[in-house]
């Protein structure tokens, strides 16, 4: 069983900051791709930022320069680093693992979400 529990939501005024992390316990072989995505209400859910190593990253456009993800694989945690927030920011945040088991297939795991709120 694989579990993906993030934490480090919050309030906070636009300009502010947050960290995000996600930590992924369990049994497992690996993980490839980690990531983030969030769902403001009456919104799709949308991805944010994903990591596969420092040379492999990607950002939606609407956050490049402002957020920033990265992670520790001896610890299976991803984090993003969030500053110059803004109130069209707020959001429910999801965590994402790609992970890989011991048969080496690959399963897409979630996080329950951590709620962000950026106001004044």
């Known amino acids: 069983q694989v579990e993906l529990v993030e934490s480090g939501g919050g309030l906070v005024q636009p300009g502010g900051s947050l960290k995000l992390s996600c930590v992924a316990s369990g049994t497992f072989f690996g993980i490839n791709i980690m990531g983030w995505y969030r769902q403001a209400p009456g919104k799709e859910r949308e991805l944010v930022a994903r990591?596969?190593?420092?040379?492999?990253?990607n950002y939606a456009d609407s956050v490049k320069g402002r957020f920033t993800i990265s992670r520790d694989n001896a610890k299976n945690t991803v984090y993003l680093q969030m500053n110059s927030l803004k109130p069209e920011d707020t959001a429910l945040y999801y965590c994402t693992a790609d992970i890989v088991t011991s048969n080496f297939d690959e399963y897409r795991y979630w996080g329950q979400g951590t709620q962000v709120t950026v106001s004044s």
């Open positions: 990591m596969l190593s420092d040379a492999d990253t």
